[in-house]
């Protein structure tokens, strides 16, 4: 992840090419999804009211409250979350991601020790939050990649 995007990159003083890039031989990446990181519809709704963790949506909060929903049919919220926008995980400028302890302060005091399940509105945002609580040192982070959309399409 290049913290600062492209405007950091270039304030570095970095150089950019438009040349593509030439292979230098074969990779040896091999993807390991960890399951035990993601809970699925189901084990959401079967965990309201006694959840061994804490919803965190990372959405806005005009659709967190259901005053807006540009995406999906239903607006509001999955009962049980909080609010943490995903946008808090940079600075006030957008530009940068927190440093480790602005963001230890932030997500160390949700969830009254309990793990945090991320979610979204499609579970892409979820995974900024998601992000920042591993840089924060939260080894306990879970992802609802269904998030909102997946939810609503249930009720």
């Known amino acids: 992840m290049l913290n600062g995007g492209l405007k950091a990159w270039l304030s570095a003083g970095k150089a950019l090419s438009t040349r593509p890039p030439v292979p230098s031989g074969r990779g040896n990446f091999s993807a390991k999804p960890q399951k035990n990181l993601l809970v699925d519809y189901q084990g959401v709704k079967e965990n309201l009211g006694k959840a061994p963790w804490q919803l965190v949506d990372a ?9 807006q929903e540009p995406i999906d049919p ?20 957008s530009e ?38 591993y840089l924060a040192g939260r080894r306990d982070a879970l992802l609802y990649p269904g998030s909102w959309s997946d939810w609503c399409a249930h009720q």
């Open 96 to 133: 940068k991601v927190k440093s480790t302890a602005e963001l230890k302060a932030q997500f160390d005091t949700l969830g009254n020790g309990k793990p945090l399940l991320n979610y979204c509105g499609s579970g892409v945002t979820a995974c900024v939050n998601f992000y920042g609580q």
């Open 59 to 67: 959405r806005d909060s005009q659709r967190f409250a259901g005053l």
């Open 74 to 93: 239903i607006a509001g919220r999955i009962p049980t979350a909080i609010n943490q926008p995903w946008q808090n995980v940079t600075d006030k400028n």
